[in-house]
Structure formats: structure tokens, C-alpha cells
């Protein structure tokens, strides 16, 4: 059974960063499309950032040039990095495939960008 733990999430101030990071029970992350998902009060979980098995991106717009993903298979860990952090990137963000499976989902990492 497929587990994943995101950490990384905190409180940072308007252009600040953080590094999220997504470990999995298993090797999922071999021969699966990633994605860095998130979801703020009162809206729907959108994906923000997606990386294929051999590395291509993809970015929400709202994200790109200032949000990277990656992956780090052999530890079974996927990364976001946010730079330039907005108030309106706050959210929980959750790690899944994509296309994401309901019985992956983790607990999250709240994400809070606030002065």
C-alpha cells in the first residue's frame, strides 16, 4: 500500500520560500507522472506543478518562475521548491500521481504566506 508524507509547509512572510518535500512507501515515483497539488480554504485542490518519469515539467501558471519540481527516485522523493511566495499560495499542498489516485492522498502540508 502506497503511503506518501508531505513535509516542509510553514509560515513565511510575502517573497519568502520553502522546500516541500513528498517521501513515498513505495517506488512510485519510478514509472509515475508526480504532481504537487494544493488546496486553499473555500476552493477546489488544483495540481500547481507536474514531473514525468524522465523529468519534463509542467507548471500552473500562477506558479511558473517561481516554483520548481523535482525528484529524487532512488530516495522516492519528490520536491517543490517556492520561491517568491505570494499571499495567495497559501493552502495545504498535497504529492500524488497524475493522474492522481483517491487512496494516495496524504495529510498534506500547510502552506501560509502572510506579513
Known amino acids: 500500500q502506497v503511503q506518501l508524507v508531505e513535509s516542509g509547509g510553514g509560515l513565511v512572510q510575502p517573497g519568502g520560500s520553502l522546500r516541500l518535500s513528498c517521501t513515498a512507501s513505495?517506488?512510485?515515483?519510478?514509472?509515475?507522472?508526480m504532481g504537487w497539488y494544493r488546496q486553499a480554504p473555500g476552493k477546489q485542490r488544483e495540481l500547481v506543478a507536474r514531473?514525468?518519469?524522465?523529468?519534463?515539467?509542467n507548471y500552473l501558471d500562477s506558479v511558473k518562475g517561481r516554483f520548481t519540481i523535482s525528484r529524487d527516485s532512488a530516495k522516492n522523493t519528490l520536491y517543490l521548491q517556492m520561491n517568491s511566495l505570494k499571499p495567495e499560495d497559501t493552502a495545504v499542498y498535497y504529492c500524488n500521481t497524475d493522474p492522481y489516485y483517491r487512496t494516495y492522498w496524504g495529510q498534506g502540508t500547510q502552506v501560509t504566506v502572510s506579513s
Open positions: 513505495g517506488s512510485i515515483f519510478m514509472f509515475n507522472t
Open positions: 514531473i514525468t518519469s524522465v523529468g519534463s515539467t
